[in-house]
């Protein structure tokens, strides 16, 4: 079986290029993969929700995440070997025919091709256990 996989990369620096809910872009630098040690356990539909903040520091490398009161701390490497995102698209006019693409015949089961929309190079790791911060609420309230 042959599967049609379409460079569809845009410039870094084109900030007309959007990605979906669920990727974030750093900067001008693309996507950044984001590594946990262990889950995250979120109670209730989780599409959607904000789940924490994250705040960088770009001269030192170093990130840090809130999620309700655990503060992980991270840093930013490169990866050894850069990642490809792939977006399924379903293409109907290419089920047996020409690719719209380049004019090769497309071998894609039900017409089905993939597109690579990003290439990661970076990512966070947090690698070690999140710290609790007891105490450390904001308050709303004026004159506090």
Known sequence: MII????????????????????AQFGSEGLVLIELQGKLD????NDGQIIGTLKIDEATNKSTLLIGH?????????LQKPLAVLQKRSDL??????????GALSRGPQGVSWDIIAVVKRKMVF???P?????????TAPGR
């Open 42 to 45: 979120v109670a209730g539909e």
């Open 131 to 139: 710290m609790p911060m007891v105490g450390k609420v904001a308050s």
């Open 93 to 102: 006019t290419m089920q047996g025919g020409v690719s719209p693409n380049d």
């Open 70 to 78: 655990h503060l992980l701390e991270g840093k930013l490497v490169n």
């Open 127 to 129: 690698s070690r256990r």
């Open 4 to 23: 049609p996989v379409n460079i569809s990369l845009s410039s870094t620096s084109d900030s007309s290029t959007t990605f979906s809910p669920q990727l």
